[in-house]
């Protein structure tokens, strides 16, 4: 009988190990070709999209970098230059305390796109908990739930944004907060909407029939089924979100000066002068103009090309 050399016991498991690290290796590298692959057959299939994409990020990175890019401090009175027109050394001019425009756009930027996006995080997160409970569950909860919605729903946005700033006082926070209640009804309908039609699917029958508790089945089965839509509405709120921001904060009633917002700018100006000099009114309601533009164009470019029912059309 032929005799084999003993195998060293690490032999094994270092293989192993080496197997695992090689696997590792190998998916982590096939997601992020997969992600590359999804990116650029999104940027082929709509040339909009794309330009909007870069939009997006071009003004996220001002609003990043505000602080290493802007050229002045946006709070520093310079009163030898004040309502200064747009020259060399202040490009987009000055206000009437002398600060430099062009700095107050990158930090008002910044704020707006700050708390753009925090109200449409918290709105579509609590919206998309509560409609994925609302349509699993069912029930009373189900019953009550939709007709809280409803009555969130009859007020008009930019009411119910302004009740919930002046009943919880001035601040970005606050801000934050109220946008963030708005976006809360759509998000929730949306939600259950599609929690209703994946909860009858067989794969959640099935594992609710081996004993899966409901808060497992929502979580591992239920939630990634949303996770498109939801996706869609965020970037669909976001417009809206910046655009209701602007529109508090030009009203009094977001974020406060002497902080920076596209909206106090624009508010500012027009209640101290009939007839504001033209770059103050100019820049930050291009700027407001072209950050909505690109995100409601982002969100439509997002919205045909993660819809399977477009995409077979």
């Not at 003004?59 to 050229?71: E, H, M, S, V």
């Not at 700050?114 to 109200?119: F, T």
């Amino acid at each position: 009988m032929a005799t084999y050399p003993e195998r060293p016991q690490g032999t094994v498991a270092l293989a192993s190990g080496t197997g695992d690290l090689i696997g590792a290796g190998e998916h982590e590298t096939s997601t992020s070709m997969s992600w590359l692959r999804t990116t650029m057959r999104f940027l082929r299939s709509s040339p909009t999209g794309a330009v909007a994409a870069l939009v997006v990020v071009a003004l996220i990175l001002i609003a990043i970098f505000a602080p290493l890019i802007a050229p002045y401090d946006p709070l520093t009175n310079d009163y030898t230059a004040l309502n200064s027109p747009p020259n060399r050394d202040h490009w987009m001019g000055t206000d009437a305390l002398g600060r430099d425009v062009l700095t107050r756009v990158m930090y008002g930027l910044r704020v707006s796109l700050l708390v753009s996006i925090a109200s449409v995080v918290l709105g579509v997160s609590l919206g998309m908990l509560w409609g994925i409970s609302s349509g699993y569950l069912g029930g009373t909860y189900d019953l009550v739930s939709q007709r809280v919605i409803e009555v969130l729903n009859s007020f008009p946005t930019l009411i119910m944004a302004m009740l919930l700033s002046v009943s919880l006082g001035a601040g970005v926070d606050t801000v934050v907060i109220a946008i963030g209640v708005t976006q809360v009804p759509l998000a929730t309908r949306i939600t259950r909407s599609v929690v209703l039609s994946v909860k009858e699917t067989q794969f959640v029958e099935a594992a609710q029939c081996i004993g899966a508790s409901p808060g497992k089945v929502m979580l591992r089965h239920v939630t990634p089924q949303t996770v498109a839509p939801i996706l869609i509405i965020a970037s669909l709120n976001l417009g809206g979100a910046i655009f209701a921001e602007a529109s508090l904060s030009f009203l009094g009633v977001g974020v406060p000066p002497p902080t920076p917002s596209l909206g106090n700018m624009l508010g500012g100006v027009l209640a101290s002068a009939f007839r504001p000099p033209w770059w103050l009114v100019t820049f930050p309601g291009v700027t407001i103009a072209i950050a909505v533009l690109a995100a409601n164009l982002l969100g439509d470019a997002l919205r045909d090309f993660l819809d399977p029912r477009l995409n077979r059309q």
